[in-house]
């Protein structure tokens, strides 16, 4: 088991993505803070976890509230006593383009897709200083943050910052041992804010099928795990390989 004992906090768990990297995890000797707004989908993923043998529990908190996170972070210390591990993966997106969206859609998005990763970030790696033992973080990001396109103005913008604050964050806290790195999916299982997986969603990319979010999970599980202990600061794409692509070819 690659995380026998670590506690891990993951985001936006109750569904999709963030479901598939708990149980990865967990199978791995994780102990889960399963942690979603939605408290059915949260407490669901945990009982699965707890049934298939693992040890998890659904938390419930608003990623765009500082006072949620700020008891989030508590809670589990309450908890397990410890964090080891930090998947930021909640977001939200606007699906809107800049001739139509207001600043009001502008700053709801900023604030669960940037200013959430930032927050846990830093209450989280207060914490991992405290323990002393270092710890790992992972954003994850968005092909989205990295290539226009022609919708989600805010999304991509968030997803852009999630870049820098990844790089930044891996430099102020490598001192700390705590390694920082992000994960970039392009088209993982249902899009972001839909339950519906729709087989017809068109998809271009190198491998010739759609992503699944075990394809993620598993990309997550590699940056939390001692097996990178040597990248940091890193963006490790998990798209298929659309990303290498030249428009039109
Ligand atoms: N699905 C994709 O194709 C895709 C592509 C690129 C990037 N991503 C990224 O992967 C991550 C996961 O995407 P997904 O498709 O699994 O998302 P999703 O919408 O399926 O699930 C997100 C979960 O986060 C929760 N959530 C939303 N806002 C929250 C808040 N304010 N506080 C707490 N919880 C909140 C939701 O209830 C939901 O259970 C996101 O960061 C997304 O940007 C996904």
Redo the contacts with the bound molecule.
């Keep these: 088991m690659k995380l026998k004992g670590q506690v891990a906090i993951i985001?936006?768990a109750?569904?999709?993505?963030?479901e598939e990297t708990a149980k990865l995890l967990a199978s791995e000797g994780a102990r889960i803070a399963v942690?979603?707004?939605?408290k059915g989908?949260g407490d669901k993923v945990a009982a699965q976890i707890n049934s298939a043998g693992g040890e998890a529990r659904g938390f419930v908190?608003?990623?765009?509230s500082e006072a949620d996170i700020k008891s989030l972070v508590k809670d589990v210390v309450g908890q397990w006593g410890r964090i080891d591990i930090l998947v930021n993966?909640?977001?939200?997106s606007d699906n809107k383009n800049i001739l139509e969206i207001t600043k009001e859609d502008w700053d709801k998005v900023i604030a669960?897709t940037l200013t959430?990763p930032f927050l846990m970030s830093k209450y989280v790696a207060t914490r991992m200083v405290e323990q002393g033992s270092g710890g790992k973080i992972v954003n994850?990001g968005?092909?989205?943050g990295f290539y226009g396109r022609g919708r989600a103005i805010a999304y991509a913008s968030a997803?852009g910052g999630i870049i820098a604050l990844t790089r930044a964050m891996a430099v102020q806290l490598g001192p700390h041992n705590i390694r920082v790195n992000a994960a970039i999916?392009?088209?993982?299982?249902?899009?972001?804010?839909?339950d519906e997986f729709d087989p017809s969603r068109p998809v271009v990319n190198l491998r010739g099928r759609t992503g699944v979010p075990l394809d993620l999970a598993r990309a997550v599980l590699f940056l939390v795990s001692d097996d990178s202990d040597f990248i940091v600061g890193d963006m490790l794409f998990v798209d298929g390989g659309v990303s290498s692509m030249m428009v039109g070819q």
């Design positions: 985001t936006g109750g569904r999709n993505i963030g942690v979603d707004m939605d989908r908190a608003d990623l765009g993966n909640a977001a939200i669960v959430g994850v968005s092909t989205s997803k999916p392009n088209k993982i299982g249902s899009p972001v804010g839909k």
